[in-house]
C-alpha cells in the first residue's frame, strides 16, 4: 500500500514569506504528526493529531501551525519565516499514534525547506 | 524535559567488525524504538523494545533495553558497507504521550 506522502520535496522562500507543507498518511491511518530536522537540533516534535484534534504539541512558536482534516491529510503552516526556519521537515504517521504500544511512526520523505 | 542522548555521535569502523551504539534516555519511558536514516531519506523503523530486558536481532542489528539503568542499546555484528546510515534512538515520554523524543543520531560509516 502507498507509504506516507509530503509535498512539495523542496521548497525555497524567503524571511517573512509562509509556507504550507502537505502530508498524506498511510491509508487507515488516523494519527500525523510533524518533526523538524535539522544538523545542530535533530529531530524535534512538533506537533501530533488524531481526528481532527491536536493532540500535543512541542516547544516551538506560535509561528508553527497545523491542522488535520477529515480524512486524515494534514498540513502545517510556518509564518513569517525566519533563516532558522530552514530544515528537514518530516511527517509521520500511525494507527492510533502510539497505542498499542508496540505501535511504530511511519515517516515520509520529507519537505526540505530553505529560507533564504 | 525528557532527554535522550546517544554516543558515539559518529562512528566509522572496517566491515567484519562488531560496535555498540548507546542509547541513555533521563526519565522512565514505556518503549523505546530504533530507526535507520540514509542519506536524503526518510526514517525507517528498526525496532520496537517495550520491557525491560527485551531483546530483539534483525540480520547483523540486535537492539537491547535496561528500563532500569534507561539503555537501550544496538549492536552491530560483523558490518558491512550496506549498513552505513545514521541511527536514532527514540522513546516516548510516559503513558498517553504522542510524542517521540529522539536521540541525536549515530552516523555510521562502514569502511570497505
Known amino acids: 500500500k502507498a507509504g506516507v506522502t509530503q509535498t512539495p520535496r523542496y521548497l525555497i522562500k524567503t524571511r517573512g514569506q509562509q509556507v504550507t507543507l502537505s502530508c498524506s498518511p498511510i491509508?487507515?491511518?488516523?494519527?500525523v504528526s510533524w518533526y523538524q530536522q535539522t544538523p545542530g537540533q535533530g529531530l524535534q516534535f512538533l506537533f501530533e493529531y488524531f481526528s481532527e484534534t491536536q493532540r500535543n504539541k512541542g516547544n516551538f512558536p506560535g509561528r508553527f501551525s497545523g491542522r488535520q482534516f477529515s480524512n486524515s491529510r494534514s498540513e502545517m503552516n510556518v509564518s513569517t519565516l525566519e533563516l532558522g526556519d530552514s530544515a528537514l521537515y518530516l511527517c509521520?504517521?500511525?494507527?492510533?499514534?502510539?497505542?498499542?504500544?508496540?505501535?511504530?511512526?511511519?515517516f515520509g520523505s520529507g519537505t526540505q525547506l530553505s529560507v533564504l | 524535559e525528557l532527554k535522550v542522548e546517544q554516543n558515539p555521535l559518529f562512528l566509522s569502523m572496517q566491515e567484519g567488525k562488531n560496535y555498540t551504539i548507546y542509547c541513555n534516555y533521563s526519565?522512565?519511558?514505556?518503549?523505546l524504538y530504533w530507526y535507520r536514516q540514509d542519506p536524503g531519506k526518510s526514517l525507517e523503523s528498526l525496532f520496537v523494545?517495550?520491557?525491560?530486558?527485551a531483546v530483539k536481532q534483525e540480520g547483523r542489528l540486535m537492539a537491547s533495553l535496561d528500563t532500569k539503568a534507561r539503555l537501550s542499546t544496538l549492536h552491530i555484528t560483523a558490518a558491512v558497507h550496506d549498513l552505513s546510515a545514521t541511527y536514532f534512538c527514540?522513546?516516548?515520554?510516559?503513558?498517553?504521550?504522542?510524542?517521540?523524543?529522539f536521540g541525536t543520531g549515530t552516523r555510521l560509516k562502514v569502511l570497505a
Open positions: 527514540a522513546v516516548v515520554p510516559g503513558s498517553g504521550t504522542y510524542k517521540y523524543i
Open positions: 509521520a504517521s500511525s494507527r492510533t499514534g502510539g497505542f498499542p504500544t508496540n505501535e511504530k511512526l511511519f
Open positions: 491509508s487507515g491511518h488516523r494519527s
Open positions: 526519565t522512565t519511558s514505556d518503549r
Open positions: 523494545l517495550l520491557s525491560n530486558g
